[in-house]
Every structure is written in C-alpha cells, then in structure tokens.
C-alpha cells in the first residue's frame, strides 16, 4: 500500500497540527476540538498531506468514477429551501414532471448507451406517490436491467412516504420491491437547526434525514450523505454535521450494516436563489474547497469514500483534490441540474476519457465503479 515518504510531522507548518498528525498516524479518532483545529490552520497543505495519508492507507492510488446519468423527474417542489434554484412552484412556466415513459425515451437516447448508474432526486411533488415510483422503477428495471437505480434524499424519501399516507418503512419496502437500489446523499444541508432555520426554513429537521437513513441502512439500502457548505454557516456547524454523520455510521456499523458508502461535501452555487439575494455570499474558493475535502476525510474515519464533486468545484479542482483526501470524482453526471441552475460554469456532463484524464494526470488510477464501488 502506498504511504506518504516522510513521517507526517515534516509536512506540516502549523504547530497546532502535530497533535493531530500523530492521531492519524496511530489510526485514532479526531475530536471535535481537532474539527475546528482543522478549519481553522493556516495549514491548508499540512491538512491536506493529512487526508492524502489517509486516503493512500485506505485506496492507495485508487480513483473511482461511475458512468452516470442525473435525472430529476419533477421540479414542482413545495418546499422552500432558500438555497435552490431549480425548485419551481405550479403555474410557473419552467414547472414540469416527467412520466415513466417520458423517463425511458430520455433514456433512450444514445448519449446514455452505457450508463450504469440512474441517479435521480427532485423536488417535493404531492402529485406523485408510491404508485407512481412503483410503476416507474418496474418499468425501468425491465427496459434497463442493468441500470442502478439510486433514487430519493432522505428528505424526499419522508416526503412522498407521508403524502402516499404510508410510513417511511412501508413506503421503502414498496420502492425497494420495485427496483430501488440505493439512495444519494442529498437534502442534508446543515444539521443545525438555527442554521437550517435560516437556510431552508420548513425543510424536515436533521432528526427526519438522519431517522431516514438509518432506516436505509438497516433494510440493506446503502446510501451517501452530504453537507452544504460556503454559506452562512460556521466551523462548528461544520464540525456539528461531520460527527452527526460519523455518529449514525458508527451505529449502522456496529449493527452490521454498509451504512454510508460516500460522503459529497456540496460547494454552495450562489446564483438566482433567495439566500443569496437576501444575503452577500461569494462563491467558495479553491482553499475552502479542498479544505473541505480534507477535513471530511480526516473527521470521517468510519466512511469509506470521500468524493471530489468537480460539478460544484470544477474538474481541475476536483483533480487536485484527489490528493486532498477524495478518492472518488462521481461520475460522467450527463445531464446535471440542481448546480446548474444555481449558477454552476463547469460543464454538465465529463466523458469517460476526461475523467480517466483528470485522474491519471492527478497520479492516481482510474478505476470505473458500480454503485457499491465493484470495479468494471
Ligand atoms: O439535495 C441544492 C444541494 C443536492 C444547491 O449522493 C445545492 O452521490 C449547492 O445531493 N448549491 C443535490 N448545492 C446534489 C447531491 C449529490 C451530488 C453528487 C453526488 C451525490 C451522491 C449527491 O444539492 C441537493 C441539495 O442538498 N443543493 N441547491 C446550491 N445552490
């Protein structure tokens, strides 16, 4: 297995690092003390030779990426989350939401030959419920066998359950019956509740995403978890969501479940959403970026995967964050949204060769994965 050359001390310039490099050189946890240490160093790179050291016991040289397609079937949300653009109330000439058959002609078409991994979240619809994804996902797994279907945040997941008038419980047993593989890590935001207050006001607290989940995790449903940050929040809201997130792993662990496979820090996009009319947030940088990269991979020691979202950050970034702690650059994407709707420049879709570019030219090892991160 690939090390760093020197003990980890000769790479750090922040003093207050030394405590905490010897934590990682023995394999123990970080503290919540050390969370906010980390966000707070002048040390990015110190902090980053950190997480890399980690990332090359845990993947070596490994770098993972899916060939994915982004779908969302409905914008119609009646959740007001300040931060999002895409979401759209009825009557608004951009509101649409999709049938199964509209579903299956897009994925038809042949820039999707290929794709393995049907990511798909939305807004909160109550026009559809579980018959509508049981028809859906039967249908889709009939037309595309192969296809993993990674569907529903947390949040979604309660939402279309209570409106189906079914328990969470119930409401996954059905969608899983029907084809259901896995969920993404979406709608956790900030677990904090004055922050989320703020920031989503009305959304379903962190109890609700965090409950959800680790339903997933004991019906054998794995799922990612994520955190929304570079807008009002702070260190110790950062480090709060970090532990919460370390905290539900450890329990689905010790029970004997996969629990979270990846963990996606979510760069905010501060274009065309109420937070960002109402309040001055400039676009997160490079620094802040990685930092939070690294400071992920080092909190969450009991989460396999760190991913590098170069939809958020830019594929260069997401490149260089390869050696900050990520191993993982998600996917082809196709056809994203969400970001784009809020202001993201990157592109909406990566080629197989960008990617396996970005990761040979970053010194790693391009390795296409299956959602649960077999190799093709
Ligand atoms: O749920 C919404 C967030 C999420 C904005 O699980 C925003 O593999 C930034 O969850 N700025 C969707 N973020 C993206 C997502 C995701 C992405 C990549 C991989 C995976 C995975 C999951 O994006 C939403 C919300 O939390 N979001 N608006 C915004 N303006």
Redesign the pocket.
């Known amino acids: 297995m690939d090390a760093l050359a020197l003990p980890l001390e000769r790479y750090l310039s922040d003093p207050a690092l030394v405590p905490l490099a010897r934590k990682v050189e023995a394999g123990e946890r970080l503290t919540w003390e050390d969370g906010l240490t980390l966000y707070r160093s002048p040390d990015l790179n110190g902090i980053g030779a950190m997480a890399h050291s980690v990332r090359l016991r845990l993947h070596g040289r490994k770098a993972y990426y899916v060939v994915s397609r982004r779908l969302s079937y409905t914008n119609i949300c009646y959740t007001h989350?300040q931060?999002?653009?895409?979401q759209a109330k009825p009557g608004d000439p951009r509101a649409y939401a999709l049938s199964a058959d509209d579903i299956i002609r897009e994925l038809e078409k042949p820039e999707n030959a290929g794709v393995r991994e049907l990511?798909m979240?939305s807004g909160h619809n109550p026009k559809l419920k579980v018959e509508y994804f049981e028809d859906l996902f039967r249908r889709l797994k009939v037309r595309f066998p192969s296809i993993h279907l990674?569907v529903f945040?947390m949040?979604e997941m309660d939402y279309y359950a209570r409106i189906s008038g079914l328990s969470t419980e119930a409401f996954l047993d059905r969608c899983v019956a029907a084809g259901l593989e896995s969920?993404?890590?979406?709608?956790?935001?900030i677990f904090d509740p004055e922050i989320r207050e703020r920031i989503c006001v009305g959304k379903k607290d962190a109890r609700i995403w965090l409950d959800t989940a680790a339903l997933c995790h004991r019906k054998g449903i794995p799922?990612?978890?994520?955190m929304?940050y570079g807008h009002i929040e702070e260190d110790r809201h950062r480090v709060d969501h970090l532990l919460q997130l370390r905290e539900l792993q450890d329990r689905s662990r010790a029970a004997g479940y996969q629990g979270f496979l990846?963990f996606?820090p979510?760069?905010?996009?501060?274009?065309d959403?109420e937070?960002s009319r109402t309040h001055t947030i400039h676009e997160t940088t490079g620094a802040r970026d990685l930092r939070e990269i690294a400071v992920a991979r080092l909190l969450l020691d009991n989460i396999p995967h760190i991913?590098a979202?170069w939809?958020?950050i830019t594929p260069g970034l997401a490149q260089v964050g390869l050696n900050y702690g990520a191993d993982d650059l998600?996917g082809t994407v196709i056809a994203e949204e969400?970001?784009h709707?809020?202001?993201?420049k990157t592109p909406q879709g990566l080629s197989r060769q960008d990617l396996e570019r970005l990761i040979r030219e970053a010194g790693c090892e391009p390795l296409e994965r299956d959602n649960l991160y077999r190799v093709y």
Do not use: R, S
Not at 183 to 189: R, S, T
Not at 223 to 226: A, G, H, V
Not at 341 to 344: E, I, K, N, T, Y
């Open positions: 989350c931060f999002c653009a895409f990511h979240t990674k945040t949040i969920c993404p890590g979406g709608g956790a935001e799922t990612n978890c994520t929304l990846a996606i979510l760069a905010y996009q501060n274009e959403n937070l991913k979202y939809v958020m998600d969400i970001a709707d809020a202001g993201a």
